[in-house]
């Protein structure tokens, strides 16, 4: 199995990042896109990605079988399946006739899984399969394919690590975290990777480091290999059996890490699951010696590492132009003919963060925030307001009036929200609501039939009663004046009237508004205006009382303009965009929610008016 | 993780559950662990055998070679177990390890005559080996000819055949034939032992010996075993009681634990082993390969002594991961301080899909929590890292240190990955 700029993998679990990285390194080495489908369990359609600057959409599968089925030609299967789950997707891939190539990225598979993945492919000799991983962050084939996306790190790295021209280096690693170093050492040290593979650290991994080293030995492409082990295992004394067996002549630099492992009291078990030595001979001092034993190139330390790649290649390249006269590996850096990457879009979110672009917002808010570690009330973290007991009144005065106001304020909005809640189920929004719940629609929207009732005619008056009781108290206007002038317009003053309450007859919430604000406000002008409004309407009519709406609208007046937390333009503004019919709309949406539930409750079938309820007022030609 | 050690009484109380709930097979055996929490004067009120029968105590802390280390006591009665408790409550030296024994094992003394092998381990890559023998004991090793080895290739089964044959492999050397009807049960016990060994995710089974008791019942002896802790997922149930203890001598620390906790809540990988707390160099390393070869650097600078912690963070752990990661290492780094002061190492490759800035940004906020101690410890940073948005990352670190006034040596992914641990052991001197 090569890897070749033609290679096209399926992957299994939608991981974006991994396939971005792929599709990008597709799009600087000037190859088609190698990731063409995505079984998805649970998720069908299309996942869209970036080629380039263009989108192209990715066709998502329910089963592997439905993928492998519609993309013959893929022959690599990138398994993102967890820990849990990769056994049984790997094995299935691994019966499919069209994958060649199983990529496990999960940490964790039990053992006993992986050994029988590794039996299974190896069930057909005439036509093995190539497990890479488990814990794998996959690799990369210089120019032609990046493998599972990870290995090489971002555009930035692959750019620096030349990993996007083909060199004559093999490189195999068990740790996939040192990859990207080793990728870099080589590019400084030779001309480049030809192709380089992370096993992952798993004591027994689906392919070893001898099976790739098989491999890059097969390969006329590669000139030198280089392998960093571990300790823990013995699969470097199989590269020893094969080197001395003849199998691997191309010269291999290689060195162990975990030498400092026999200088601790116990065995440690280090970062990867097969990072341990039980025995002496598994130890990476024993391993380094029996290598250089061998006739491998192995440093004296890791620090060494790069000047022995530089040493042996130049060894290399120097005895190529010696027996032949020219170059055969392609090997010599100034003759390498190099390739131009093709440059990748900046990500939109990068840009910004590396500070290179910028964009005008579309939106602008003030009053609150879901940025950061807790949503924010204007600043306040609302567990704060929990902790410090805030009412409803508070909330509302932090994301309506956008501060924090003093208590006779909320309170007073509270005492509005309670007297609002309701007026039975005849008033025309409680109907409609009504109305609308029993069509069998849901609550949302039988409770937009009651609240878009709200206007003029219908809970309106609030708004409409502190416009004009604070226009004509502002202007001075005398009260006797103002009457006169509203009856001249044929207005009815706004908060004026009631059907049934009259003055002998007076409204308790009225009295309970007024006492409130005469104990709590700092002053009442505004209520004080409107009682005298009220005495000369009295004399026309008994019913011409101050209303709950007139009364909660002087009274709001009242308690903003006497709180000092509010400027002139401020509660000119309050008053003309509507904040009392919003605290009607609020304290309202409670009533019709009850009257709704109420009927789903009773489970009450359509409304139908009756028709003799109904004048039909039609012409006459229409009757039969 | 990987392979770990379990302790004998666990290794056979998995086989007794195992047994009787899958096989009707015969497999008689009683045991006690006795833990520095047991109460050993009221403990033959449960176990009324405890004074009826003959009983043999040994230390379960995961060591082997136990009878020759004469750390078996068999043959006593109850009386005699407590004694022999109390007289090996102390510390011991085995091998380079020194700990304390406080964990022992108490069984019915079994009076037999021969002492079987076998062995089961995971150690090849392709299967399983197989290993029986007609003489166990305590000098197996040194009679590893009388050993039979037989490979089982992933996936094969275990036949009676093929077990007869393996039977017969090493007879000829066999202290003592052995009859048909106990040959029987022993290819009976080796298949029951494969199939379990194979179910409940063992990687190595040993007994050492195995032997029939009075009623030619199989009675197990001696177990060293060890599981594959990936597979806890698979037992939620058969594993429910299975610790995993530290290895004899090997101190486990609250801090350990804790970092062992956060690795298995967490989606990305945190290890952290002490090594030696009074060490002046301690440790931040990310990569499971990066961390071994900052650590052989140290070593090969001869400064192995000094090593406080091994210990590596990969997979993208989150910020607050990363946060509460770095503030376990710092606290326990500026316990005490040292005249001389301190090295801190904060390094790794250059990842591959970690976000560096992510990390560090949880990594600073635990060196501003601590910086008066760092301060106050005279500890030195030094830093190199390379992967996602290094470049931030790098940047805040240094502007954190300049802060915080700590000295810090930054290094980006231009410069070796191990050049620091050379400056940072100049500092040391």
Known sequence: MNFTRNTTAIFYNLKALPIQQMLDFDYMCNRTPSVVAIIHPGRSGFHKAFFGQQEICIPLYQSLTDATHNHPKAEVLINFASYRSAFSSSKQALASPSLKTIVIVAEGIPEQQTKQLIALAKQDPQHPKLLIGPSTVGGIAAGSFRIAGYAGGKIENVLRAKLYQPGSIGLVSKSGGMMNELFNMISRTTDGIKEGIAIGGDLYPGSTLLDHLLRFQADPDISMLVTLGELGGTQEYDIIDAKNAGKITKPLVMWVPGTCASLFPWEIQFGHAGAKAGKTQESAKAKNQALRDAGIIVPENFQKLENILQQTFKKIVDTEKKDTGKNMHNTDISKKTTATPKPVPLD?????????IRKPTNFTTTISSDIGEEPTYNQFPISQLIEQNSSIGDIIALLWFKKPLSTPITKFIELAIIICADHGPAVSGAHNAIVTARAGKDI??????GLLTIGPRFGGAIDDAARYFKQAKDTNTPAEQFVEQMKQQNILIPGI?????????????????????????????????????EKITLEKAENLILNVDGCIAVCFLDAITSSNQFTPEEISQIISIGYLNALFALSRSIGFIGHILDQKRLNAELYRHPTDDILYLLDEKEKK | MAHR?????????????????NHNFPLSGKGILVTPQTNLPSLPQQHPWLLTTPLVIKPDQLFGKRGKLGLIGTNLNYQQVQEFISNHNTEITIGNATGKLTHFLIEPYIKHKTEYYLAISSNSRDGNNLYFSYN???????????????????GTPLETEKVKEFLQMRENVAQKIITEKEKTKIITFIQTMYTLFLELDFTYLE???FTFNEQEEIIILDTVAQVDDCASFKHPLEWKNLTFPKAF??????????IEHLNKESGASLKLTLLNPRGRIWNILSGGGASIIYLDTIADLGKQQEIANYGEYSGNPTTEESYQYAKTILDLMTRTPHPQGKILIIGGAIANFTDVEKTFRGIINALREYQEKLRLGKISIFVRRGGPNYERALQLIEQAGKEMNIPMIIKSPDSPMIEIVGKAMERLQ
């Open chain 2, 5 to 21: 050690k379990i302790r004998e009484y666990d290794a056979k109380q998995l086989i007794q559950n195992y047994i009787s709930q």
């Open chain 2, 249 to 258: 001598g090997q101190t486990s620390f609250p801090e350990e634990q804790y």
């Open chain 1, 348 to 356: 939109y979110i990068d840009a910004l963060n590396a500070g290179i």
């Open chain 1, 444 to 449: 949302i929207s039988s409770l937009c039939a």
């Open chain 2, 136 to 154: 166990g004991g305590i000098d197996i090793e040194e009679n590893w000819t009388s050993v039979a080895t037989l490979f089982l290739a992933t």
């Open chain 2, 207 to 209: 007994f050492n010996p």
């Open chain 1, 497 to 533: 009237g009631h059907r049934i309450k009259s003055k002998r007859n007076p409204d308790k919430r009225v009295e309970l508004l007024k006492q409130y604000a005469k104990i709590h406000f700092a002053s009442t002008h505004y209520l004080n205006y409107a009682l005298n409004v």
